[in-house]
């Protein structure tokens, strides 16, 4: 029994489930139960035990937008209701809620007293626990560290498919390739390549709790799994062999005899069949690793038990013994073909646990979770026989009251987190956990969502049900019609409304009828109202692409006259009729392909329309694959093969003659050469962002694509990957490795980060074209429904699963129920479609047809075939079914669909409203930008005499030590890191653990301790000319950043300075011509300082040489001249003059305070400098580039 929701009088304890259909004010009861809560409203037998603060109440939800929602909504409702208690003045808007509150608060202090709390809950809601159930469980986490056995140092990690796709190639890698050839060649049947096992072992790595992580190698255990049914396998084939030549013989005999004698009918079993099975037979006996032969079924027909039933009406046919053989023979290969699936069974879950083992390895090296490691982590907590009930308790007494929002959508794992903490079954008085969801729209099985968990919640609360009953989103006359359509099959069908009835029990998914609050607008076409629901079906049987056509272009046709009728309007009383908008109108598919028919139909009409889909990637977009070819092309122009591909991209749209001028006219092959070679000069220098903007410009491609069918589409995916390569540049290096990434996003395809995620190509008021997953929660006022009667049949599942006593998963490999499968798609699509048909206001209209043959897989099966009766008896056809619905509500209406449609085109804007482009008048800088001294020394020449020595295989750590930027960037964070706290850190012993942690993330495991010994020595080496180290300085500052402006400042005049002042007469690599304009900026790897004296020390990892002699002076020098360190020297001098002048005032003396810069080449720290060199402030170069920095100064005071 369930009972209608009286959010005044809920009893506010134990555990109770609300059902929430579509459009019945979820959102609106949560936050009024909320406010019940902080005032600790209600009798004594409603009320929770005591009023409660934001903070003890637990709210959760899935996405992180309905977070906020419910955390503002709540917030208004607080505050709202705060102003209601304390108002005496005028009457304030009226509210129904509020007004029946202020009853049971009569008292002036009382009711005071009740505004004051509800204040300073509103206050409080930025302390709110109303989280995303992801958040909540890493915060649990974090907050419960010691109980839970969390590290605190563990990091985030959004998304693991570029780790799980490491694992999958380590798997590759260290399972299948040490495979014997007689194992390798059964394992490749199965997985060709990673790819093929990262999609044949995808459900089983999701499975909770996660398969058991395997004690054996494939090469261990599959040769031996193997060879019993291989040596069958061969028995079988050989005994056909010795069978094969006499049965040969014999069937010629009948075949080729004389026709009155031959005993087979030639119609059914031809000479030339016999002779194509005997080949197929000979075929598979010749190959030891061919399972069956072809034509299995077909080679049957020889066989004793076939063999006669492709007679003649004559005297029983005597078959020759082969033929008996063939019987056996068939009979063992479908027992050994059953032993090698469930083999192959075995090896896909061997390879899922091994996966998901080695996934969980290279997490915990590099201290990463995912959030399906938090909420694991957290179940299996509470679910601990010695630690799970005190720590539910902990929680329980933290958060006392817990509502979960969308409580359908909530996975097993999940389920099973709230239930050990507040046990359902218990109805707990001390606490209230309220599952709020409607299990009608739970659609989201492919993200983990289980339905089943929520009828378990169901059962367990039976008798403390409750449903909101009253419908805010639709018309009157839309509910009732869709009131009429449910009621009808709920009582009509054996399976309920929603399949899940069974005889003999109580339906666990009843339609529950709602009541309509209904709309103060009414849609009318023609000065009346307009039906509710249209259904448009086809007055003959239809192949699937027909359906998809006709519907399409019916869909596009009424969209087109609905906007150009100027009788189709929404009516308000006491308002102007409003027509009809685009932005009123979404049409529902379920994929993309449905997507793109009907807005190819739309297109035609000019009718222009925006795709919303649920979580695509970008890099599975057309413009992914044609943006990797134009890269690889821009990356080497040369290659002329790569160059003539992107010429002939679509994006370009070249027709075929300039594409022969090409080959044919060598001036033009050139310009285009040239082109291309400064497009890669481009890259190189400003990054591939600013390469892309310039070749959209350059060629048009932006105003070509705007013309197009899914222009605007796809500009914003061409934009959107330039973006995402951008951010993956800033860790790649070069080109080549930004190529390679793209290829490696464009193979994987799946990732579903947020970033990657396509953006919506315009906010103007188009037409929506949208999937229902994505439409669930929105509403729209006319909803079209054009391909409703569609089907995906269902697919069995390969295998079962069953749990141990501890819950581990049991895998077993056997034929699927395909009766069950079938009906379980049959619920889910009941589910989405309720989610289609409950999304609009006003009216609904959807497409119908009979299918041509028994296997088109529209209507027949399909989710609107059961809405309609199908199942119920007698058994009608499509037509009766109609009509019958239609008799049943006057809303419906039944139209043909026609064969034949013309195209209404509709003028974009027929009444010339749109307002004109304002034009740009500001003036901006076109070359503004920000330059750094790795801006300025980009393209440096090398120095062809200063080749990187080889690293030494002896002596001190610092000169072993890997080479290159890797080492380097992690040096320069482990002293930075030090810097932060304290330099003597190093020679603690806690500090080995998180070193070594440190090196294992960035690859250098096996350097742990020469890290260690390196550090060591590099803090209490001298920094001469000081006589302190590290370790004695006091507060330094590490990472200081600073910015100063630049106006068109040319490379060449710094240049010029440094080489004037600094070490001049010595030869050095020319700047790069750079204009600098915009700001500088930089940062400081360490300021300190020192007996009055303030010092700028910079970390260098180069490798001069094999042995400490090799950083004399003369090498310190020439490697700083040779890198222009000098230039970067002056440039951070110049911050820090600047910087001591503005703190200092008329104190600062440069000459005094100004200590300069110390270079310390870090693998020099033994030699006869002990990697030092100083660069001392030279005041005149100070003056000089203030003054080039365009801040004019007086000469400095010394």
Known sequence: MITILDPLHLPLHGSRLIEASAGTGKTWTIAALYLRLILGHGAKDERFARALLPEDILVMTFTRAATQELKERIRDRLQTAAQYFRHTGDPMAPDALLEALLVDYADPGVRAQAAHQLALAADAMDDSAIFTIDAWCQRTLREHAFATGSDF????????????????????????????????????????????????????????????????????????????????????????????????????????????????????????????????????????????????????????????????????????????????????????????????????????????????????????????????????????????????ARLRQRYPVALIDEFQDTSALQYQIFDDIYHAADNDPDTLLLLIGDPKQSIYAFRGADIDSYLQARRLTEGRHYALGTNYRSSHALVSTLNTLYSAVEQNSPQGAFAYAAPGTSNPLPYQPVQAHGHKKCWQTGGIPAPTLTFWVSAEPLSKGDYLERCAEQTAERIATLLTDPTAVFVEAGREPRPIQPRDIAILVRDRFEAASIRQALERRQLHSVFLSERDSVYTSEEARDLLLWLEAVAEPEDTRRLRVALALPLLGQPLSALDAFNQDEAVWEAQLEQFQDLSRQWRRQGVLAMLHHSIHQFGIAARLLTRVEGERRLTNLLHLGELLQQASATLDGPEALIHHLREAIAAGSNQSDAHILRLESDAELLRVVTIHAAKGLQYPLVFLPFIATRKPAKASPFTITRHAEGQPAIHWESGDTAAAERARLQEDLRLLYVALTRAEHALWLGLATPKTAGTPIFTGSAIAHLLGSQCPPVRDLATLLDDCARRSPEIAVETLPGHLPTTRVARHPDGTRNPPAEYTARFEKHWGVASFSHLVRDLPADPAAATPRRARTGAPWHRYPQGMNAGTFLHAQLQRLALSDFDQADQDHFAEPLHKACTQAGLSDWTEETAEWLHAIIHSPLAPLAATLCDLRDPRSEMAFWFPSDALRSEELDRLCQQHIFPGIGRPRLPQRIIHGMMRGSMDLVFEQDRRYYILDYKSNTLGSDDADYHAEALRNATLGHRYELQSSLYQLALHRLLRQRMGSGYRPGTHLGGTLFCFLRGLRGPERGMLHLPADLALLDALDRLFGLPQRATQP
């Not at 037979?281 to 038990?305: F, K």
């Not at 008996?324 to 879950?349: K, M, N, P, Y």
């Not at 399906?372 to 005190?390: E, F, I, M, N, Y």
């Open 153 to 392: 140092r563990e990091t985030l990690l959004p998304d693991e498919t570029d780790l799980r796709d490491d694992a999958v190639r380590d798997f590759w890698r260290q399972e299948i390739y040490p495979l014997g050839e007689s194992a390798l060649s059964e394992v490749l049947q199965l997985f060709s390549c990673p790819d093929k096992v990262r999609q044949e072992t995808e459900a089983l790595c999701k499975l909770d709790p996660p398969l058991p992580t395997p004690e054996s190698t494939l090469a261990d255990w599959l040769p031996d799994a193997l060879a019993a049914p291989r040596r069958r396998l061969a028995a079988l084939k050989a005994q056909w062999a010795a069978e094969q030549d006499a049965f040969a013989v014999w069937l010629s005999g009948l075949v080729n005899g004389p026709k009155a004698n031959n005993p087979l009918n030639g119609n059914r079993l031809s000479a030339a069949i016999v002779t194509r099975i005997l080949a197929a037979l000979r075929d598979w006996a010749d190959h030891p690793d061919m399972l069956i032969p072809d034509e299995p079924d077909t080679c049957q027909r020889l066989s004793a038990s076939k063999l006669p039933g492709y007679c003649k009406n004559k005297p029983p046919l005597v078959v020759h013994p082969a033929a008996e053989v063939l019987d056996t023979l068939f009979s063992a290969l479908e027992t050994i073909t059953q032993q090698f699936a469930r083999l192959h069974g075995e090896i896909r879950t061997h390879a899922a646990a091994w996966i998901n083992a080695r996934l969980s390895q290279i997490k915990a090296q590099r201290g990463q979770v995912s959030f399906t490691d938090h909420q694991r982590r957290l179940a299996g907590v509470l679910h601990d026989s010695t630690r799970g009930p005190a720590f539910a």
